[in-house]
Each structure stands twice: as structure tokens, then as C-alpha cells.
């Protein structure tokens, strides 16, 4: 476990093009590692999340090459082999749980496990639906290691019970080598990557109102794609920006997907200018400039973020609790349970490294209410082995009075190997 020292910085400065979306690195691996050809992907993701789901995919069978430039990966041509081995998702449940519907429908055993944290995450969620097209797959537990006996899958009508993209995608997944017409409903609309990744790679998927259709039987063919920049990574620089009055921040080539841009709007309340330049679309996945300068906030009143506006922000979460101290008048999250399952229990981590800076707040189950206009001193933070809280508090620590020590901050590499490197050019002492 390494350590890392922040200390105050005096501003915020430059520009960056972050690596490629992790969501969208996880779901471009599996269809390409499934589809029949050579798919070229370009500006995939660095952290070791998406890393994962490509040693699935070679496990599974597809031939994955690193050039200088981009990755090859050749496909399968929908006929997945037998790994020799347990499939090791380590740290990720976008790969434990989307590749348990990429492999629902192939007639093999396969054994799903992770590391210690993944083998603690609810895994029932994507059980039963898969259980329900006709899929022998058994839990540990509730959890991982998860076991499934591939075979013939049929459709169902599915209304997702929480919001989560990763059982949209499972099911998604498993629709389209199933028998019949998958429907799917969500109760509140997640991101829809998998949904435009799905058409890149030349499915068919309709959305009547707010059910979409994928029928079963088809097969995918490889794609030429450069994955947009990750709006999650940058997610710690927009809300650095907050924190200097002449920040200055440009952000090129990033994703702009509007399930996903909803914290844009946040730093906007919250005292931000932002410039959304040179946009343009791209296997129906949104990119573009974003520059960021600070401009005084509007808000007289905490920031409410609840409801499906916090399904949006999922991952922005504890960034936006971790400068919420800073802000004018403080920031309330409701509606955030989920919080609480996954790489940590991220509400009670974030409570406790609000604590060692010295900040007020006040916990609930299902979020935190965090006022405004505090002064934070440095802390030891810990980071529970969470990518994201390790980055939140290292931006948190940028306005302390004092030195921070970011325990365990080498789980940034999960999604963001870069990050305490930017950090330091961007964000002067
Ligand atoms: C993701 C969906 C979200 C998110 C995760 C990535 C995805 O998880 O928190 O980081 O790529 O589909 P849930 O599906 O559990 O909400």
C-alpha cells in the first residue's frame, strides 16, 4: 500500500486529455472480445478496471495486441472457449457483473471471483434475471464467486429494481444471444453506453417509451473507435476548479454522453464557468472541449442532489461530498444506499475522512448532509482501498491548512493511474 503527501496548492492551471471512459472501455472489450473481426480502439482506458475485463476476454478466447497508438482486440465470432481458470475480475463489479449476461448464453462453466472488496459486493441483483432467462448461475452467499453453466438463454420482460447500468447492460448482454425478444424497463434511466456500444457494433435495439427492445440471435461485427476521455476522472479537476478563484481548466476530448454530464451542471451551481466547445458525436457517444474557470456561485441554499439526479451522479459522489466543506452554502445528497455497497461503503468513508479534516456534517443512510463555508485542516486520510476516495481527499487536501497523507493512495490506479501526476503539474504548492 503507498502513501501520498498533498499539500495546499495556491491554484488550479492547464490542460488535460483524460484517458478513455472507463465504462465505455469495459463495454467496447467485451463486445469486440464477442463480435467477429479486428476491432482498433483508440485512447482506451489506463486503469486496471477495464484491464480486467480484457483478461477475461483473452481468457474467453479473443486475441488482444497493444500497439503504440491503440488496442487490437479479435473476436470470438460469438463462440467463447472454456477458460482454463476461475475469470478474475479483480477489483471491478462492471466486469463481474456485465460479463456474467456476455457469457450466460455459451456452453461452458465458468467461475467468476475478484478481490476482497468485489467478493463483499451484492451480486443477487444480476442473479436473478439471468436465473429467469433460464441460466444456471449460483452465488456464494449472495456474492461472488459466482458460477454459471452456460446454455440456451430465453427472453424476458425485465423492470430493473434499482438503477444500476451494470444489470441494464447483464441483461442486455444476455437479450441479445437469447431466443426471443429481451425487453427492459428501468425505474430510473441510467447511463446508456451499453446501448450505443451494442449498435456500434452493429446490433439491432429499439426504445419504445421507456422500454427497449433487443432481440435475441444476433451477431456483432468489430469496430474502429477511440474511447472519449473519462468525465469521472475528470470529475476531480472540475471540482479542484471550485476551489481557486483563477482556476483555469481545459478538458479535451471528453465525454459528454448526457447520462453521464449531469456534474457539469453542478459545478456550474455551484460556482463554475464552463465553455463547451468542438463537440461532436462519435459511435453515438458525445465528445468534447470543456474549459472551467471559477465564477462566484448563485446558491443561497444547500445543493440538493436526491432522486434520479443522484442515480446520475453516482460516481461523482464523493468528490462533490469531499469539497463540499469549501462551498458557499453546502451540498445535500439523499437517495445514495447504493453508496454504501460499493468499492467501500463510501458514505461512511467519506464521513470519516470529513472528521480527520476537521469538518461537520451529518450522516444518514442514504447520504450526507455537509454545510458550507468550513476551513478544513490537513488529516490522514484513509482511503478503505477506494480508487475514489483517495482522489476526493486528495482534492479536498488542495484547500486544507495543513499537509494531508493519503493511505492506500495507489487505488487510484484502478480507474486513474495518472492522477496524483496531473495533480501535481495542475496544482501548484
Ligand atoms: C457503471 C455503473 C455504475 C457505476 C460504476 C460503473 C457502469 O454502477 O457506479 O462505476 O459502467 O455501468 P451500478 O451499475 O452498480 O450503479
Sequence with gaps: MSNQVIRPARTLQGSLVLPGDKSISHRYAMLAGLAEGT??????????????????????????????????????????????????????????????????????????????????????????????MGLNITLTDGHAPIRI???????????????????????????????????????????????????????????????????????????????PGDLSSAAFFLCAALLFPDANLILDSLGLNPTRSALLDVVAALGAKIRILNVEEQHGELIGTVQINAAPSTLTSPLKIEGAFTAQLIDELPVLAAVAPYTRSGISIRDAQELRVKESDRIA?????????????????????????????????????????????????????????IEGADAAKISFPEFFEHLEMMCPA
Design 39 to 132: 476491432s482498433r480502439l483508440s485512447n482506451f482506458s489506463t486503469g486496471a478496471d477495464p484491464h480486467s475485463s480484457l483478461a477475461c476476454m483473452s481468457a474467453l478466447g479473443a486475441t488482444v495486441q497493444s500497439t503504440p497508438t491503440h488496442l487490437e482486440i479479435t473476436g470470438t465470432a460469438g463462440r467463447l472457449r472454456q477458460p482454463a481458470e476461475p475469470l478474475d475480475c479483480g477489483n471491478s463489479g462492471s466486469t463481474m457483473r456485465m460479463l456474467s449476461g456476455l457469457l450466460a448464453a455459451h456452453p461452458h462453466s465458468f467461475t467468476l471471483t475478484g478481490d476482497a472488496s468485489l467478493t463483499l459486493r451484492p451480486m443477487e441483483r444480476v442473479r436473478k434475471p439471468l436465473a429467469a
Design 149 to 227: 453453466h452456460g446454455g440456451p438463454l430465453t427472453a424476458i420482460d425485465f423492470e430493473t429494481p434499482i438503477p444500476s447500468a451494470q444489470v441494464k447492460t447483464a441483461v442486455l448482454f444476455a437479450g441479445l444471444q437469447a431466443e426471443g425478444i429481451t425487453s427492459l424497463s428501468e425505474s430510473i434511466r441510467t447511463r446508456d453506453h451499453s446501448e450505443h456500444a451494442l449498435r456500434a457494433f452493429g446490433a439491432t435495439l429499439t426504445r419504445q417509451g421507456d422500454r427497449l427492445f433487443i432481440p435475441g440471435g444476433q451477431a456483432l461485427k468489430a469496430i474502429d473507435a477511440t474511447v
Design 349 to 405: 468513508l467519506v464521513a470519516k475522512n470529513l472528521t480527520a479534516m476537521g469538518a461537520t456534517y451529518t450522516e444518514y443512510d442514504d447520504g450526507l448532509d455537509i454545510p458550507g463555508g468550513q476551513n478544513l485542516h490537513g488529516g490522514i486520510i484513509d482511503s478503505g482501498s477506494d480508487h475514489r476516495i483517495a482522489m476526493a481527499f486528495a482534492i479536498a487536501a488542495l484547500r486544507a491548512s495543513s499537509e494531508t497523507l
